[in-house]
């Protein structure tokens, strides 16, 4: 196995990227756009330098990274595109509004694009896994009391292999909670909207010192 370590937000380091991986593995079937940067909070308390670098992480780099990397993809003649985006991208939670916004324009982003590409030999995949245990949520306090669940990276990696074999159009986890709370959102949100209300200080409390940028 062979890796390199870059900045997504850099150009230089994209093409650096990507030349890498053309000349280890002969082209490009997959990419992953997996990259993640969050600041929770609320909103008049992050500084802008933060907001800015959560969309450019979670936001623009992946779309730039996609784009270079397309000329490639459409050469495999059977190229995938995955968007790991966020339980937040459905449902918005009180102190990751930047973050959701993020994550809701990669998912977006995703869902065009592959409309985009029908037919032409590129599919795009969306995942929108629920917390995940990785070191980017190691500052956050918010626990399943808080409906923050944490699941393992295994888990999540194998759903997304299991919707690249089915060619799904997402995956989406959380089992029929989530997807409980995904329809409560749309059907009736100013239900949602007293259930956060209800834990909104304990949520602020646990996720204040949540960053990963």
């Known amino acids: 196995m062979s890796t390199i370590a870059g900045d997504v937000t850099s150009a230089g380091d994209r093409q650096k990227i ?10 490009i079937d997959i990419l992953v756009n997996n990259a993640g940067a969050v600041r929770a909070g609320r909103l008049q308390a992050i500084p802008e330098s933060e907001i800015r670098a959560m969309i450019e992480v979670d936001l623009i780099a992946p779309i730039l990274l996609t784009r270079e990397a397309l000329p490639h993809l459409r050469k495999s003649g059977d190229g995938l595109i995955i968007n790991v985006t966020s339980a937040a991208a459905l449902t918005g939670v009180p102190f990751y ?9 990669r998912a977006r982003f995703g869902e065009a694009l592959r409309r985009e590409l029908k037919g032409e030999g ?4 969306t995942a929108y896994p629920v917390a995940t245990d990785t070191p ?23 759903a ?24 409560l959102n749309r059907e009736n949100p100013a239900s949602l909207d ?20």
Not at 137 to 157: T, Y
């Open 160 to 183: 997304i292999v299991a919707g690249i074999e089915a060619n799904a159009l997402e995956v989406t986890r959380g089992g029929e909670a989530r997807a409980k709370v995904v329809v």
């Open 136 to 158: 980017m949520m190691a500052s956050s306090k918010a626990g399943a009391d808080l409906g923050f669940g944490r699941e393992p990276v295994a888990d999540v990696a194998t």
């Open 122 to 125: 590129v599919h795009v995949l």
């Open 97 to 105: 509004g930047t973050y959701a916004a993020t994550k809701a324009g």
């Open 194 to 213: 007293e259930r956060f209300l209800g834990m909104k200080a304990a949520l602020e409390e646990a996720t204040r010192d949540h960053k990963a940028l």
């Open 18 to 27: 990507l030349a890498y991986a053309v000349s280890k593995l002969g082209g």
